[in-house]
Nanobody
């Protein structure tokens, strides 16, 4: 199993980014896919997940600002992040539920 996250970067408060996660080695469409983030000194926290049927759930801190989606034909999950805040700064990871494998993550920095 391999997970590759990309799309992070430096953005000003109020800006947007779209993260992508490409998975290989699994039947992608069968898995719930989650996005997590980890800021320095903090525990890794769940940001959002999307079930194989497309049902989505968000952490309260990102509800209304972030949108998770998936393209099973491309084995890819996305996280559209709008109205970014400095407290969104973290390394973002994707993870298929029940798979104990993590990618390298992608750094998101929100700063003026």
């Amino acid at each position: 199993v391999q997970l590759v996250e990309y799309g992070g970067g430096l953005v000003q408060p109020g800006g947007s980014l779209r993260l992508s996660c490409v998975a290989s080695g699994i039947t992608f469409s069968s898995y719930t896919i989650s996005w997590y983030r980890q800021a320095p000194g903090n525990e890794r926290e769940l940001v959002a997940y999307i079930r194989s049927a497309g049902i989505t759930v968000y952490a309260d801190s990102v509800k209304g600002r972030f949108t998770i989606s998936r393209d099973n034909a491309k084995n890819t999950a996305y996280l559209q992040m709008n109205s970014l805040k400095p407290e969104d700064t973290a390394v973002y990871y994707c993870n298929p539920q029940g798979i104990g494998v993590w990618g390298q993550g992608t750094q998101v920095t929100v700063s003026s």
